[in-house]
């Protein structure tokens, strides 16, 4: 009820191609759905975040796509950069503030 | 937004001893996070950590093993207590964000080797 499913484990992309990842939860009282970036020797960082009450969310080359009715959102980097390649980690709250976290996905973008 | 400092960086320590990891923020939080994440792995969180209360432990850490500190409103410590190979890791702390925002941040994390 409380994990939050993420895939693939790691992705391969091209640079200039379009990076998904997708993450699935059960528990509906999950408010609010982060994606983390974390690049190695560093803790993660917010990239993007999304509520409930929207479907979908973009900041520059970075999309949050929500589903509520199949309970899944994902991730899509536009245009990706070397630059982007990184561990990703979607998570999910509810009001309380703790996170629960997405396994992971290790995102390398080929030149 | 919050600065986390987190020292050390990292540490080789010896089976049996002790490590006791410092997190300090820039500005005042209620709560604040302890995780760990073995390399290439997600974050599992140890404890919760308000000031002037008992830390929260998630199921499988215990007081004994990683206690912790939060003397005030901008500091916290964890100790990992006599330590065997298997605590080798990350330790990450992380707050979040004041008000109406539930942005999480983290500090650079402490990698921890045992020998």
């Known amino acids: 009820q409380q994990q939050v499913k993420q895939s693939p484990q790691s992705l391969i992309v091209q640079k200039g191609g379009i990076s998904i990842i997708n993450c699935a939860y059960e528990n509906t009282a999950f408010d609010y759905f982060p994606w983390y970036q974390q690049f190695p020797g560093k803790g993660p960082a917010l990239l993007i975040a999304i509520r409930p009450d929207v479907s979908e969310k973009k900041e520059g080359r970075f999309t949050i796509s929500f589903n509520k009715s199949a309970k899944q959102f994902s991730l899509h980097i536009m245009d990706s950069q070397p630059g982007d390649s990184a561990t990703y980690f979607c998570a999910a709250s509810t009001s309380n503030y703790q996170l629960i976290w997405g396994a992971g996905t290790k995102l390398i973008i080929k030149p | 937004s919050a600065v986390i400092s987190q020292k050390p960086s990292r540490d080789i320590c010896q089976r049996g001893t002790s490590l006791t990891i410092q997190c300090q923020v820039d500005s005042q939080v209620t709560m604040m996070f302890w995780y760990r994440q073995q390399p290439g792995q997600s974050l599992t969180l140890i404890a919760t950590?308000?000031?002037?209360?008992?830390?929260?432990?998630e199921s499988g850490f215990v007081i004994d093993k990683f206690p912790i500190s939060r003397p005030n409103l901008t500091f916290s410590t964890l100790t990992v207590s006599n330590m065997s190979p298997e605590d080798s890791s990350i330790y990450l702390c992380?707050?979040?964000?004041?008000?109406?925002?539930?942005?999480?941040?983290f500090g650079q994390g402490t990698r921890l080797t045992v020998v």
């Open positions: 992380s707050v979040h964000a004041g008000g109406a925002s539930t942005e999480a941040f």
């Open positions: 950590a308000n000031q002037g209360s008992e830390a929260t432990y």
